[in-house]
């Protein structure tokens, strides 16, 4: 039988494709990434991964006692990368102040919010999964196709690291346990989730390679 994981992954395999082969990333491998283009996107996902720290609070709060300690260390490691986004900004001369979400990375917050605050945390799982999961697959294309190193090499091997691709690992593996006890409606609505974050992760790049703004 197909873990639950991989069978998430092969519902929105065309998704995933598009995300892996998104323009954004292919510049970001061969270094003819345009400063802004990056520091748009730098500049919105730390503005996402700020407001994630409540919503995985919120994780944390329904997971079962097994896995709190757990989902609490990965709470630590978003307050982690605020610091490595911190450190690289510092050094690339990118502020944070003043900045505000784009629509697309507000519309994915705003998702992700809506998630937290209603769903049961198998569906809360599934959303967390599918978000580090595309992060997991989209650095390491980064990485393996890269033909010198980057400015931004410190990102890279950050997400395509063999420590956060165990704790993606370890995800999965929780992930089907939840699924294993769930009802084939709450299973269903959890394939509707991850299909969504998919989404929500192509038009990420996308927001980013076209500098998305809001029109007033």
Same mark, same amino acid.
């Given at each position: 039988? $197909?873990?639950?994981?991989?069978?998430?992954?092969?519902?929105?395999?065309?998704?995933?494709?598009?995300?892996?082969?998104?323009?954004?990333?292919?510049?970001?491998?061969?270094?003819?990434?345009?400063?802004?283009?990056?520091?748009?996107?730098?500049?919105?996902?730390?503005?996402?991964?700020?407001?994630? $720290?409540?919503?995985?609070?919120?994780?944390?709060?329904?997971?079962? $006692?097994?896995?709190?300690?757990?989902?609490?260390?990965?709470?630590?490691?978003?307050?982690?990368?605020?610091?490595?986004?911190?450190?690289?900004?510092?050094?690339?001369?990118?502020?944070?102040?003043?900045?505000?979400?784009?629509?697309?990375?507000?519309?994915?917050?705003?998702?992700?919010?809506?998630?937290?605050?209603?769903?049961?945390?198998?569906?809360?799982?599934?959303?967390?999964?599918?978000?580090?999961?595309?992060?997991?697959?989209?650095?390491?294309?980064?990485?393996?196709?890269?033909?010198?190193?980057?400015?931004?090499?410190?990102?890279?091997?950050?997400?395509?690291?063999?420590?956060?691709?165990?704790? $993606?690992?370890?995800?999965?593996?929780?992930?089907?346990?939840?699924?294993?006890?769930?009802?084939?409606?709450?299973?269903?609505?959890?394939?509707?989730?991850?299909?969504?974050?998919?989404?929500?992760?192509?038009?990420?790049?996308?927001?980013?390679?076209?500098?998305?703004?809001?029109?007033?």
């Amino acid at each position: 039988m $197909v873990p639950f994981h991989e069978h998430l992954l092969d519902r929105v395999r065309p998704i995933w494709d598009a995300i892996l082969h998104h323009r954004f990333l292919a510049a970001v491998a061969d270094n003819s990434i345009d400063r802004q283009t990056f520091v748009t996107w730098m500049q919105q996902d730390y503005l996402f991964v700020r407001e994630a $720290v409540p919503l995985m609070a919120l994780t944390v709060s329904k997971a079962p $006692v097994s896995l709190r300690r757990f989902l609490s260390e990965a709470l630590i490691g978003l307050h982690n990368e605020l610091d490595l986004f911190e450190a690289l900004a510092a050094e690339h001369g990118v502020t944070f102040h003043a900045v505000e979400m784009a629509p697309t990375c507000h519309a994915y917050h705003t998702f992700l919010l809506a998630t937290g605050h209603t769903c049961s945390f198998p569906e809360k799982l599934t959303t967390l999964y599918g978000a580090e999961k595309a992060y997991l697959d989209a650095w390491v294309w980064v990485k393996t196709h890269q033909r010198a190193a980057s400015p931004w090499q410190r990102f890279i091997d950050h997400w395509s690291s063999p420590g956060f691709a165990g704790y $993606v690992d370890t995800l999965a593996r929780h992930l089907d346990d939840a699924a294993a006890r769930c009802s084939d409606d709450e299973r269903a609505r959890m394939e509707t989730l991850f299909r969504d974050v998919a989404r929500y992760e192509y038009r990420f790049w996308e927001m980013a390679a076209t500098g998305e703004r809001w029109d007033a």
